[in-house]
């Protein structure tokens, strides 16, 4: 028999696997803004460092769902809450910065979740943290491929885009201090030089 599939190891991460299972299906015909990458991917990374970074299991799958509120509907809150728990739910709540479509003009979603920052409990500011890295390594990378043009993709564009990742690395270095806030740090740092 399989060790690594036994049913003991599979119901250890039970949870993990369901939630993958629902954001499939909530984000499967979305990609990452002006690529063709599906945005699966950004989910599944996300929920990735959340783990590398002390994370447990249900920090894991708020990951995997945090923008399933934003993007896929507010309906969405109650599933989550029924099947994975208020924690999870509560997470996914607090990473959420519009829930109405059209969504409210950029800069003050922006404001206002900074602001939010401050008052967030330690599971929402690892989840935040960890898709904010990931979203500006993201943004390092294509500057390193498209030169600061690609930052027209952006709804804020160069300026408004730059003032927000300082902004929020700024804030996570006060918030939750250590190698998270660190590495967004230094990838807001890039971002910034490559940029100009």
């Known amino acids: 028999m399989n060790t690594l599939f036994s049913p003991a190891t599979a119901g250890e991460w039970s949870a993990l696997s369901e939630a993958a299972v629902l954001a499939f299906r909530l984000h499967s015909d979305q990609r990452r803004k002006g690529t063709s990458i599906p945005y699966l991917s950004h989910l599944m990374a996300v929920s990735a460092l959340v783990l590398e970074h002390g994370g447990d299991q ?31 739910a509560g997470i996914v709540r607090a990473c959420t910065d519009a829930e109405v479509i059209p969504k409210p003009p950029w800069r003050d979603r922006k404001e206002a979740y900074l602001a939010h920052l401050e008052h967030a409990g330690s ?6 943290a960890c898709d904010k890295l990931h979203n500006a390594r993201a943004i390092v990378e294509d500057l390193r491929e498209h030169g600061p043009a690609m930052m027209s993709r952006f709804n804020a564009g160069l300026e408004g885009t730059l003032w927000y990742y300082r902004a929020l690395a700024e804030a996570f270095s006060r918030l939750l201090p250590g190698r998270l806030s660190g590495e967004l740090a230094r990838a807001v740092t890039e971002m910034e030089r490559l940029a100009n």
């Open 58 to 88: 249900e920090q894991a799958v708020a990951a995997l769902l945090h923008d399933a509120i934003e993007d896929c509907g507010v309906e969405h809150e109650a599933t989550i809450a029924a099947s994975f728990g208020p924690r999870v």
């Open 123 to 128: 599971d929402a500011l690892l989840v935040s």
